[in-house]
Nanobody, 122 residues
Framework: QVLLVESGGGSVQSGGSLRLSCAAS????????MGWFRQVPGNERERVAH???????SYSDVVKGRFTISQDKTKNMLYLQMNSLKPEDTAMYYC????????????????WGQGTQVTVSS
């Protein structure tokens, strides 16, 4: 079992920055892929970015060039640096983990955090 706990959400004005963190604990030996998702009420949860244990990354087109996903494997931490934030980035952001990239890409990872709210005002 893996426990994921997000932090770092908050309110920011358009153009601002936030850094989300996700602390992983438990049996993290099988979490080869970790990612960030976001969800607005009434919409489906969407993948924002993911990272492989080896360090390769992938981003959704809407955040590419503005967001950066990173990890500190020694601390079992996942991060999402969000720059040039826009009101449309407002959502609940979730950390996720799984042993396969397909689970991440299909939006069905085995492990989810509880979410952290990001609100961007214009």
């Amino acid at each position: 079992q893996v426990l994921l706990v997000e932090s770092g959400g908050g309110s920011v004005q358009s153009g601002g920055s936030l850094r989300l963190s996700c602390a992983a604990s438990g049996d993290t030996t099988t979490t080869y892929f970790m990612g960030w998702f976001r969800q607005v009420p009434g919409n489906e949860r969407e993948r924002v970015a993911h990272i492989a244990r080896g360090g390769s990354t992938s981003y959704s087109d809407v955040v590419k060039g503005r967001f950066t996903i990173s990890q500190d494997k020694t601390k079992n931490m996942l991060y999402l640096q969000m720059n040039s934030l826009k009101p449309e980035d407002t959502a609940m952001y979730y950390c996720a983990a799984d042993s396969t990239v397909w689970s991440i890409l299909l939006g069905q990872p085995k492990y989810w955090g509880q979410g952290t709210q990001v609100t961007v005002s214009s």
